[in-house]
């Protein structure tokens, strides 16, 4: 449990800064969607249940877009049988919004031949406009949630609520400078 915990957390810091950083992703395929990707939590806006703070209400007006590139990542891809095969590719399917560009929604999932391994997929919500801020001259989200998917589901569907939300702190780096010994438990 404790492995899978930190390949979540792993996993959703590469997405983050794949995200962060578009230009340095290597593409294999970027196409535009038609509409938004199937299986995203619905709300009812008229529902006061419905949360507040989510980009899931706006999906239908984002502009989406759908990147293939082996630089995202998911918690646990799955191996290839075929030793010969290149490393796993990943799609992202991102909702941008219309007037900033920015990334409001993502969808995150191994790519097999065009097909979707719904075991791991990820859905990324990025809350709100709001909540991007300059860390090291690149612009980011400070918020945003994590939805697993809702496994076994037909149709394939994500869960309603977030396994995680992740808050980027004040004074944050995405230039650490680590090495080994930042790892090593303090000497007494």
């Known amino acids: ?29 970027l196409e535009r969607m038609q509409a938004p990707p199937a299986g995203l939590p619905m709300f009812d806006p008229k529902d006061e249940a419905t949360p507040t703070d989510t980009a899931l209400t706006r999906a ?11 630089d995202f ?21 991102i909702g941008l919004d219309p007037k ?18 719904a075991e791991t997929a990820v859905l990324v ?16 989200p400070t918020y945003f949630r994590v939805h697993d998917p809702r496994l076994p589901s037909s149709p394939f569907s994500f869960q309603n609520e977030a396994r995680v939300a992740v808050f980027v702190m004040d004074g944050s780096t995405l230039d650490a400078k680590l090495n080994a010994d930042d790892f090593r438990p303090p000497k007494k």
């Not at 239908?60 to 082996?70: F, M």
């Not at 919500?125 to 980011?140: A, F, H, P, T, W």
């Open 1 to 29: 449990q404790d492995r899978r915990e930190l390949s979540q957390t792993v996993s959703i810091a590469r997405n983050y800064l794949a995200l962060a950083e578009p230009g340095r992703l290597r593409i294999a395929r």
């Open 73 to 93: 990542q998911v918690v646990e891809a799955l191996k290839s049988k075929d030793p010969s095969k290149a490393a796993p590719l990943f799609t992202a399917q």
């Open 100 to 117: 900033t560009h920015w990334p409001m929604l993502a969808v995150i999932w191994q790519d097999e031949q065009a097909t979707m391994v």
């Open 125 to 140: 919500d990025l809350v709100s406009e709001k909540y991007y801020k300059r860390i090291n001259g690149r612009l980011v």
């Open 60 to 70: 239908a007006s984002l502009d989406w877009i759908a990147v293939t590139s082996p």
